[in-house]
């Protein structure tokens, strides 16, 4: 294995493992820990982004297995794994876009106190973790199929 492939497997399990942990702690957040009172997750809770992101997690740790075996196809996972994290990250972009435009411009009752941190989700901040991952896919000779 080379020192590129070394390096990738190794950052693609830490972010795999961020994702793995926001993704478990929204789930767990929102199922029981929501009803006990307990206010350990400092973010809006949602199974369904959870497992979003718990999904993510498996395909970058899908791309450090095939990275650890020199796998070509592993390339693709580590892009597919981006994709997917930069479409989530839009998607609660836009919510908060469209939040803020129900509660400043449209002046709903509903929204009125509503802040910025208020729709933060852990796609967004862990979008910024995959960023690094974009530079050696841009070394890489694609060839055409």
Excluded at 15 to 40: D, P, Q, R, W
Excluded at 75 to 88: K, N, P, R, S
């Amino acid at each position: 294995m080379n020192t590129r492939n070394t390096i990738l497997t190794v950052y693609s399990t830490i972010v795999g493992i961020a994702y793995l942990v926001y993704g478990i702690g929204e789930i767990f957040y929102s199922i029981s820990l929501n009803s006990l009172g307990i206010f350990i997750f400092p973010f809006w809770a949602d199974p369904i982004a959870g497992f979003s992101l718990i999904v993510v997690s498996m395909i970058f740790f899908t791309a450090a297995k095939h990275l650890s075996s020199d796998h070509k196809k592993a390339y693709m996972y580590i892009f597919v794994g981006i994709l997917l994290a930069a479409l989530l990250a839009l998607t609660h972009v836009s919510v908060m876009i469209a939040n803020w435009a129900e509660c400043c411009l449209l002046l709903n009752e509903d929204y009125a106190e509503w802040t910025w941190f208020s729709d933060l989700n852990p796609a967004i901040p862990l979008f910024a973790l995959t960023l690094p991952l974009i530079q050696p896919l841009r070394k890489i000779k694609w060839k055409k199929v």
